[in-house]
């Protein structure tokens, strides 16, 4: 008895983890797919051919709007998408909605960006400069997987995917040109653990990129809550 509950349960999971992929695999998702190989592939080829001397820390803003690309559609429109397609009134009949569905489909995401973004790192320590693949690479998901519920949560409350598309690039710009200023702070989500300032010693900077992974891993968490709360407003989705 005890077995065929487990079975059942894992054929549920199996048809939940399937049907979300079709989901986040469907309607525009593939062209930023494509636009992040592309950028990516691009933006390689030409830091090879302009740089004699290949340093990791040039690549890491590669990888990292790459990664962007990757979790910026499925998060953005992902609400706006169920709602278009009728779903949503579906899955809000569903029991514990917020995390038999939704949770399901972030965690899905961001497994399958960080899978991508395997690849790349991969790929980029083969053929350009050798680096420890695993910790580029997590390190460099940290501000993609907090950039995403960000976007994530911010579309439970616009409820638009073209709305929550501009705030989170007018966000992303803000950020992109305080980069140089707050270059030393804590507070930069596009902070390069990779590349200390000149006059930062290297405990400084250690201590600065722990406090900003922390900042970036709070800040991922309250959002995710966040998100989830607002799903439970059904009267605003319907």
């Not at 579906?90 to 965690?107: D, H």
């Not at 350009?128 to 997987?145: D, E, G, H, R, S």
């Not at 010693?201 to 709070?218: A, D, G, H, P, S």
């Amino acid at each position: 008895m005890k077995t065929n509950t487990l079975y059942n349960y894992f054929i549920l999971v199996q048809k939940m983890i399937l049907y979300n992929l079709r989901i986040i695999f469907a309607n525009k998702f593939i062209w930023f797919l494509a636009g992040s190989v592309l950028f990516y592939l691009g933006l390689s080829v030409i830091y090879v051919f302009s740089n004699p001397v290949s340093r990791m820390e040039d690549l890491y803003g590669v990888f990292l709007f790459s990664g962007i690309l990757l979790v910026f559609y499925p998060s953005v429109f992902g609400i706006q998408n169920d709602q278009d397609a009728r779903t949503i009134e579906i899955l809000f009949g569903i029991p514990n909605y917020r995390y038999k569905v939704w949770l399901v489909r972030i965690i899905l995401i961001f497994t399958i960006a960080f899978l991508i973004m395997l690849v790349f790192t991969f790929l980029a320590s083969f053929m350009i400069v050798k680096f420890a693949v695993a910790q580029v690479t997590l390190q460099v998901m940290m501000p993609v997987i907090f950039l995403g519920m960000l976007a994530f949560m911010l579309s439970t409350v616009i409820r638009n995917g073209n709305g929550t598309a501009v705030v989170m690039i007018i966000f992303g710009l803000f950020f992109l040109i305080l980069s140089e200023p707050l270059r030393r702070s804590q507070w930069n989500i596009f902070l390069n653990p990779f590349n200390p300032p000149y006059d930062v010693n290297e405990v400084t900077w250690t201590v600065i990129t722990l406090k900003n992974r922390i900042i970036l891993i709070t800040g991922t968490i309250i959002c995710l809550l966040a998100a989830l709360y607002n799903l439970q407003k059904r009267e605003k989705f319907m």
